[in-house]
């Protein structure tokens, strides 16, 4: 299942380094960030003379930024060798599937390292998504995972469940 597949990988990157800003995880990964004025694009990853590089747009609000480094990172560990003109090049049904991927893998890191965004955005999933700028799909598969898991899932993703006993609506 996409969803466990990508969690886990996520888990897994988080137990390895920490839980860091996003910058400071691509730097861990081995991964050179630039931000770049670049309009047509919010980032993109590549190689270049041996270098694994993220570009960012400049121009992007913070939590865009921020959403498009999680995104490329996962891009990085999730498909390693694939570049935007691989992609372009060889005619497959892939991409979408993997920008769903980045955007899941982004948007689960996203939910365990900002913690007080989420809270702000009412908990509410779809808000905090459109934040960081990953699309409804991964926001989906999130929802439909934390319905039929539920508290099981948050205590893996890091939060603390009040028990039902306690809740006090």
């Known amino acids: 299942m996409m969803f466990d597949r990508i969690l886990k990988t996520v ?6 380094h920490g839980l860091l800003h996003p910058r400071e995880m691509a730097e861990r990964c081995g991964l ?3 931000e770049i004025p670049y309009r047509r694009l919010h ?9 694994r590089v993220i570009a960012v747009d400049s121009s992007l609000p913070p939590y865009r930024k921020n959403g498009t480094l999680f995104h490329e ?5 999730l498909h390693p060798g694939m570049t935007r003109f691989f992609i372009e090049t060889i005619p497959t049904k892939r991409p979408a599937r993997y920008e769903l991927e ?6 689960i890191y996203a939910l365990m ?14 808000r905090f998504a459109e934040l960081y700028g990953f699309c409804r799909a991964a926001a989906n598969l999130v ?3 934390l319905e039929t ?5 948050l205590r893996i993703m890091g939060y603390e469940v009040p028990d039902p006993e306690d809740w006090v609506p």
Do not use: C, M
């Open 149 to 153: 898991r539920g508290p099981e899932l």
């Open 11 to 16: 888990k897994s990157l988080i137990e390895k």
């Open 73 to 77: 990172i996962t891009h990085q560990i």
């Open 32 to 34: 050179l960030v630039l």
């Open 102 to 107: 980045a955007d899941l893998g982004g948007l």
């Open 143 to 145: 929802i439909n995972n």
């Open 43 to 51: 980032g993109i990853s590549f190689f270049f003379a041996g270098l």
């Open 113 to 126: 390292w900002d913690r007080q965004g989420f809270e702000d955005s009412g908990y509410n999933v779809y």
